[in-house]
């Protein structure tokens, strides 16, 4: 599959990706049906690139273009 992610390494912004509606903001990968939550230390540890990181699977599956 081809997804469009503005940070090869990063979910933020993806389309696969929905929102829970949790108090904590957790979101669910709807292809690999795993649920993330956002970590404010990703974000700030890698300068404001993503707050969650690819799941390993997906990294290995997936192309990615990166859209700005």
């Known amino acids: 599959m081809k997804l469009k992610l503005r940070h090869k390494e990063y979910c933020d912004g993806c389309e696969q990706l929905h929102e829970l509606h949790t108090l904590a903001g957790h979101k669910r990968c709807v292809v690999y049906k795993k649920n993330m939550l956002p ?3 990703n974000f700030i540890e890698n300068r ?4 969650l990181k690819r799941p390993d699977i997906c990294v290995k599956e997936n192309e990615v273009e990166v859209a700005k």
């Open 39 to 41: 970590q404010e230390g």
């Open 48 to 51: 404001g690139l993503g707050y």
